[in-house]
């Protein structure tokens, strides 16, 4: 099984920067992409958004409204996940979870969530 602990979050202004991290342990050998996602204030768990995913090969997708704004990436090292994040808006006050896609046993699928950690954009 993968466990996933996020830190970062806080009060940021509108226009500032600030890196999610997301500290992954267990057997990451079954994991085969990683992301981060939002959930809006009012939102259901169902409806959290993909902000950005990288594969275990290294390829990254990001959704359109924050494409050249931020950039995930990862240290294998330390078996770690990061989300920098530039010029932010308010309206991407959120709560932001990590995620793990991957496979157990025989390869059937299985996801795991971090607890998520509260960003608050003052505007």
């Known amino acids: 099984q993968v466990q996933l602990k996020e830190s970062g979050g806080g009060l940021v202004q509108a226009g500032g920067s600030l890196r999610l991290s997301c500290a992954a342990t267990g057997n990451l050998a079954s994991v085969n992409q990683m992301a981060w996602y939002r959930q809006s204030p009012g939102k259901r768990r169902e409806e959290r958004a993909l902000?950005?995913?990288?594969?275990?090969?290294?390829?990254?997708n990001y959704a359109d409204s924050v494409k050249d704004r931020f950039s995930i990436f990862e240290n294998r090292t330390k078996n770690a996940l990061f989300l920098q994040r530039n010029s932010l808006r308010a309206e991407e006050t959120a709560v932001y979870y990590c995620?793990?896609?991957?496979?157990?046993?025989?390869?059937?699928?299985?996801?795991?969530w971090g607890r998520g950690t509260q960003v608050t954009i003052s505007a």
């Open positions: 902000v950005a995913a990288i594969t275990s090969d290294g390829n990254t």
């Open positions: 995620n793990a896609e991957g496979t157990i046993g025989a390869g059937a699928p299985v996801t795991t």
